[in-house]
């Protein structure tokens, strides 16, 4: 069955949904939340969206005048007939443990990470999108009657997220084509673009400052470290950090970029983005981790200093195939 067959069959099936996403949600995934929430309160639905409580505070936005049950804070209890998991290539991803409840629904999975694990009931996956958004765009849109404003807005926001602002190797015609039949609905295009990619603090500008002394460099490799205390030392909680592996990854001779951050004592969180021709998802996968090939990550417990070697050291040893 087609994916549109799939995905429309789904939303007629059942008449009150749960939306959620993967941890430390980005922009891909709110705002594909978001936008699949306004979609379905236009089909008189009724819809539930549950999150990790660390949204970022610049995309907050997108999620005005939506309820949102901030996982993490409170108990959760089941109380839709259907969930949709959305940008979350698998159940450990998101908030819930495998005996949650949330599990005995039936779960609808839109997701375009290629170490998809079909954890859903039905799963529509695409490889090929950009992010979740460029593929609810294609899933919901049928002319201009089929969005709001509001919706158009929480898409484009989650294909820019994704996208770096049309800037990545994922940016295709086709992206740009729907992202030309968003506009038409009077987007704030430089708004949204500031608002999802560029907008920072000052105390921000303090820890990037300190960070930037921390980069290394191995090879190709660029490494740049962020422990707990300079987290404090700059009241900076880990939801309001920029994205600090740009700082390095831009740098000539750097085909490896990675970010080491301990949000809390006893956890590694490491961000890795690579050159196009080399594929850097094996080494998240190896620690436990996922995500695309030139943009992965994953999340270690122990010693900072030791998980970093830990991680150089793999780094170290991957293959290096010919620059394309
Ligand atoms: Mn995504």
């Given at each position: 069955m087609k994916s549109n067959d799939i995905f429309h069959r789904f939303l007629n099936a059942y008449s009150s949904f749960t939306l959620t996403s993967h941890l430390n949600p980005d922009a891909d995934a709110i705002g594909s939340v978001a936008a699949m929430y306004r979609y379905l309160k236009m089909k008189g639905k009724q819809v539930r969206v549950a999150l990790?409580?660390?949204?970022?505070l610049n995309l907050r936005f997108l999620l005005q005048g939506i309820p949102v049950?901030?996982?993490?804070t409170q108990n959760y209890q089941e109380q839709s007939q259907a969930v949709i998991v959305l940008?979350?290539?698998?159940?450990?991803?998101?908030?819930?443990?495998?005996?949650?409840?949330?599990?005995?629904k039936k779960v609808l999975n839109i997701d375009h990470h290629q170490?998809?694990?079909?954890?859903?009931?039905e799963n529509i996956l695409d490889?090929?999108?950009?992010?979740t958004g460029e593929m609810l765009f294609d899933l919901c849109?049928?002319?201009?009657?089929?969005?709001t404003a509001e919706i158009a807005e929480a898409i484009y926001a989650a294909v820019i997220g994704d996208t770096g602002g049309f800037r990545y190797?994922?940016?295709s015609a086709k992206v740009l084509n729907s992202a030309a039949l968003l506009l038409d609905y009077g987007l704030d295009v430089s708004f949204l673009n500031k608002q999802v990619l560029e907008k920072t603090t000052k105390k921000a500008l303090g820890l990037i400052s300190e960070a930037l002394s921390t980069v290394k460099f191995y090879q190709d490799i660029a490494t740049m470290q962020v422990d707990h205390t300079m987290l404090q030392r700059h009241q900076i909680e880990p939801k309001e950090l920029?994205?600090?592996?740009n700082y390095i990854r831009s740098?000539?001779?750097?085909?490896i970029a990675v970010l080491y951050l301990?949000?809390?004592?006893?956890l590694t969180k490491v961000s890795l983005r690579s050159q196009?021709?080399?594929?850097i998802s094996t080494v998240a996968r190896y620690f436990g981790g996922g995500g695309h090939k030139n943009a992965a990550g994953c999340k270690i417990t122990g010693e900072f200093l030791e998980n970093i070697s830990k991680v150089n050291q793999q780094l170290s040893t991957l293959e290096r195939a010919d620059k394309t």
């Open positions: 990790d409580v660390q949204v970022p049950i901030h996982l993490g940008d979350c290539s698998n159940k450990r991803r998101t908030f819930f443990e495998e005996n949650c409840e949330i599990w005995q170490d998809n694990t079909r954890f859903g009931h490889f090929n999108a950009s992010s849109y049928e002319g201009r009657e089929s969005f190797a994922n940016t920029p994205e600090l592996v740098i000539e001779g750097v085909d301990e949000p809390e004592q006893g196009p021709h080399l594929d």
